[in-house]
């Protein structure tokens, strides 16, 4: 029974081995510099604010709708007690801004005032800005089973986005798979551009 299972495992293993290159159906290249779950909520947030010329100041609510992976990558740093103290201080606390990276809140909250995510929005100046801080806790994520199915099925990672002003407008964006994804690809010179920007001419 044993053998039988290591042939068949052993089978699945070198199955195309040569013909088919996964890469082809699986490579991204990120958009943004931060962890590929944050891509697709970031891409809705981004289109929003731009389009609708949406403010900080006007920002009441934006709730996040995600796989369930997001959900607690997401939301995982921003469990640690004074996470932006440690932040602050990493002399004293062995701790730097990498956390943001995997954050479902501090890059939403820096799209939405910058509108746009580069190595930039991880900066001391851009991180600690009152306006970004002040939108933290007007984030929300939920989690959409129907997303998750989505991503075991293979057709991407995707999320909804709904952003409420005291005005009372809500303002929605859903995508299916973030830029840069197999099946909604970027040009690599784009990423290198936004990256080098203070630094090339």
Same mark, same amino acid.
């Given at each position: 029974c ?15 081995l040569? $013909?088919?290159?996964?890469t ?7 958009? #943004?510099p931060?962890c590929?779950?944050?891509?697709a ?5 981004l ?14 609510e ?13 939301t995982?740093w ?5 996470? #932006?103290?440690?932040? %602050? ?7 730097s ?8 809140y #501090? ?7 910058d509108? $746009? ?6 900066r001391?100046? %851009?991180i ?5 801080q ?17 991503l075991?099925?293979?057709?991407g990672?995707g999320?909804?986005v709904s952003? %409420? ?6 303002? $929605?964006?859903a995508?299916? $798979?973030? %830029?840069?994804?197999p099946?909604n690809?970027i040009?690599?010179?784009?990423k290198?551009?936004?990256?080098s ?5």
């Amino acid at each position: 029974c044993f053998e039988a299972q290591g042939l068949l495992f052993s089978e699945q293993l070198t199955r195309g081995l040569g $013909e088919k290159w996964h890469t082809e159906d699986s490579f991204t290249i990120k958009p #943004y510099p931060m962890c590929g779950f944050t891509m697709a909520p970031t891409d809705c947030v981004l289109d929003l604010v731009r389009e609708q010329d949406i403010r900080p100041e006007e920002v009441e609510e934006v709730v996040i709708e995600c796989p369930f992976t997001f959900v607690i990558t997401g939301t995982m740093w921003s469990a640690v007690p004074d996470m #932006y103290s440690r932040i %602050r201080d990493p002399q004293g606390s062995g701790w730097s801004w990498i956390p943001l990276l995997f954050d479902g809140y #501090y890059p939403i909250a820096a799209a939405i005032v910058d509108r $746009e995510v580069t190595p930039r929005q991880f900066r001391p100046e %851009r991180i600690f800005d009152p306006r970004i801080q002040g939108l933290l806790d007007k984030i929300r994520l939920v989690h959409d089973p129907q997303l998750d199915m989505a991503l075991v099925a293979g057709r991407g990672f995707g999320a909804r986005v709904s952003i %409420r002003t005291r005005q009372g407008a809500v303002h $929605e964006k859903a995508v299916s $798979e973030h %830029r840069g994804g197999p099946s909604n690809p970027i040009d690599a010179a784009e990423k290198f551009r936004t990256a080098s920007r203070d630094i090339l001419s």
